[in-house]
């Protein structure tokens, strides 16, 4: 029962400190343009990184400092040129984590809030994660282990893996830190770097407060951060300050642009009918909602009526309850007119 408690504890926090049980396995790096490649994700954030003739670079660290190293040799094993600015596209650990194994002179930018945002919600998570969670997890794995006589049997094996697996993400984690940014902006953000020029906007609350979007406006690819998970459900928390009307405006007004590449925050890489589907998949729960809402269901009646399956989506399952409260409430607070779009 324990047990079941801290793995449920696990996974409300997964978020924010993606365990790393895949992190000897290897990454991939694709080149979706000219000189712009994007590292698929194995346990954080998809990051992409831009090559040019005076310096790289990167949007998004990656989920633990382990895993921003790793960042950084792939891209060194890519290019030699120094790593010069990394993009954060919000707050959330498992796109921020990796930061200390980035160089130390590299220049972060960022949204204003997302130190704000650290400071409120990971912080906590991660003291309360090395100092109960985790440890608790870890004795409750060696305490089973010792009830098992077999120490050949499939149960004790998978037990211990388990155990390494996470002993070892506790010792990475204890070495996460933030490093405040060097440029923190409120709206818009642009630099040229060599002949590129990179355009950073933040384009309203969506999936949280401080989300920003990357612009590679020489190639016409876009990172969207959070604001996609692509053919998968997305992460809604309403404390992180989720938007779903701003946010699927955003995607509207987004998929009017010349842009031929978008990268998700999660999934795989798409082209911009990616933006579209996100928006159609909030704009037909949204629209089901408030027709319930209309026939006086309560939130509870609506959750039980929704139906998973009328949705092309797989990964991320458990959020579907989650995008469903979140709709329901700013449908109930803001009094948005979800058909007027
Ligand atoms: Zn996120």
């Known amino acids: 029962m324990k047990i079941k408690i801290i793995l449920l504890s696990?996974?409300?926090?997964?978020?924010?400190?993606?365990?790393?049980?895949?992190?000897?396995?290897?990454?991939?790096?694709?080149?979706?343009?000219h000189n712009l490649y994007v590292i698929t994700e194995i346990s954080g954030g998809n990051v992409a990184f831009l090559v040019t003739k005076k310096g790289i670079v990167v949007v998004d660290a990656g989920s633990t400092p382990e895993n921003g190293a790793k960042i950084v040799s792939i891209i060194k094993?890519?290019?030699?040129?120094?790593?010069?600015?990394?993009?954060?596209?919000?707050?959330h650990g498992d796109h921020i984590n990796g930061i200390v194994g980035f160089p130390r002179d590299v220049k972060i930018i960022a949204h204003q809030d997302l130190s704000k945002n650290n400071d409120l919600f990971n912080k906590k998570n991660l003291d309360n994660y090395i100092n109960n969670v985790l440890p608790g997890y870890l004795v409750n794995l060696k305490l089973q282990m010792g009830l098992i006589e077999n120490k050949e049997?499939?149960?004790?094996?998978?037990?211990?893996?388990?155990?390494?697996?996470?002993?070892?993400?506790?010792?990475?984690?204890?070495n996460i830190k933030l490093r405040e940014p060097d440029i923190a902006f409120e709206n818009f953000y642009r630099f040229r770097i060599a002949n590129e020029r990179i355009m950073l906007e933040h384009p309203g609350p969506g999936h949280t407060n401080d989300n920003i979007l990357v612009k590679f406006s020489n190639h016409n690819v876009i990172h969207m951060g959070d604001l996609i998970f692509n053919k998968m459900f997305p992460y809604t928390i309403e404390e992180h300050g989720v938007d779903i009307y701003t946010w699927v405006k955003i995607l509207d007004d987004l998929y009017k642009e010349n842009i031929y590449t978008v990268i998700p925050g999660h999934g795989e890489i798409?082209?911009?009918i990616i933006l579209k589907e996100q928006s159609d998949y909030f704009k037909t729960l949204a629209q089901k909602i408030e027709r319930l809402k209309k026939q006086n269901l309560s939130l509870d009646q609506i959750i039980a009526i929704c139906d998973i399956m009328d949705?092309?989506?797989?990964?991320?399952?458990?959020?579907?309850?989650?995008?469903?409260?979140?709709?329901?409430?700013?449908?109930?607070?803001?009094?948005?007119?979800?058909?007027?779009?």
């Not at 094993?77 to 707050?91: D, E, G, M, Q, W």
């Not at 309850?321 to 329901?328: A, D, F, G, P, T």
Request: charged share 25%.
């Open 10 to 33: 696990l996974q409300i926090i997964i978020l924010l400190f993606t365990k790393t049980s895949n992190s000897q396995e290897d990454f991939n790096y694709i080149e979706v343009s």
């Open 153 to 174: 049997s499939e149960e004790f094996i998978s037990l211990k893996k388990d155990y390494e697996t996470n002993l070892e993400y506790f010792e990475d984690i204890k």
């Open 270 to 272: 798409g082209e911009k």
């Open 311 to 341: 949705h092309d989506l797989k990964g991320n399952e458990d959020q579907f309850k989650e995008n469903i409260i979140v709709i329901y409430n700013q449908l109930t607070t803001s009094k948005v007119d979800w058909w007027n779009f």
């Open 77 to 91: 094993s890519v290019s030699n040129k120094p790593i010069k600015y990394l993009i954060l596209t919000h707050f």
